[in-house]
């Protein structure tokens, strides 16, 4: 069965390093998302993804985040410079279309920050 | 703002036991409605998912969920628990646009 998979499954790295989150999403999806979930939280929605444009975005994400879709596989989350609060499990997700469709999720990248 | 509401952190209970996961939403409008649950180091897998249409939905592994309405809520319930259910599910809400909401997530421990 197709999966989303996730690198790396767990980074650590200084506060105000930049970090890439990637993320592989199935195939034939179209729709691309980012959560995260900071221990003892809830699931956060981030970011959503299509057709090489942000559609949807949360407080959260502000300009220290970017996402891109650099090759027809891959799908990232870069984090310019981080903080001791970025410190969470990235989840990436993927669905063939928005609305009532399925995300499948990937298992998640814990990001520690230092 | 649509919310989520999941009544029980964690649900301790025996195997073969039935269990039921709690699950209350607050939305002005209609939403979809998902349960995923998580095994230790994985990701989300939907359980089963609300759309429209009949309020009792299956979902995998034997689970079912009911949709009520007029009470807000989405329970997940199981007759019958194994060994195998150990994890943490998460409620989740979805009005317009792309983002789910989630809820803080119930860990359910079946004891032998």
């Known amino acids: 069965e197709p999966e989303v998979t996730q690198t790396p499954s767990h980074q650590v790295t200084q506060m105000g390093q930049e970090v890439i989150l990637r993320c592989v999403p199935i195939?034939?999806?179209?729709?691309f998302y980012w959560y995260r979930q900071i221990l003892g939280q809830k699931v956060e929605f981030l970011v959503s993804f299509y057709n090489n444009e942000i559609s949807e975005k949360s407080e959260i994400f502000d300009d220290q985040f970017s996402v891109e879709r650099p090759d027809g596989s891959n799908f990232t989350l870069k984090i310019r410079s981080t903080k001791l609060e970025d410190s969470a499990m990235y989840f990436c997700a993927s669905s063939l279309t928005p609305s009532a469709d399925t995300q499948y999720f990937g298992p998640g990248t814990r990001l520690t920050v230092l | 703002a649509q919310s989520v509401t999941q009544l029980d952190s964690q649900v301790p209970v025996f195997e073969e036991a039935p269990v039921e996961l709690r699950c209350n939403y607050s939305s002005s409008v209609s939403v979809y409605l998902f349960w995923y649950v998580q095994y230790p180091n994985q990701g989300l897998q939907l359980l089963l998912k609300?759309?429209?249409?009949?309020?009792l939905v299956k979902g995998i592994n034997g689970f079912e969920a009911e949709f009520n309405k007029s009470q807000t809520s989405f329970h997940l319930r199981k007759p019958s628990v194994h060994i195998s259910d150990t994890a943490e599910y998460f409620c989740?809400?979805?009005?317009?646009?792309?983002?789910?909401?989630f809820g803080a997530g119930t860990i359910l421990r079946v004891k032998s």
């Open positions: 989740a809400v979805k009005e317009y646009g792309n983002k789910l909401v």
């Open positions: 195939s034939n999806h179209l729709y």
């Open positions: 609300y759309l429209s249409g009949s309020t």
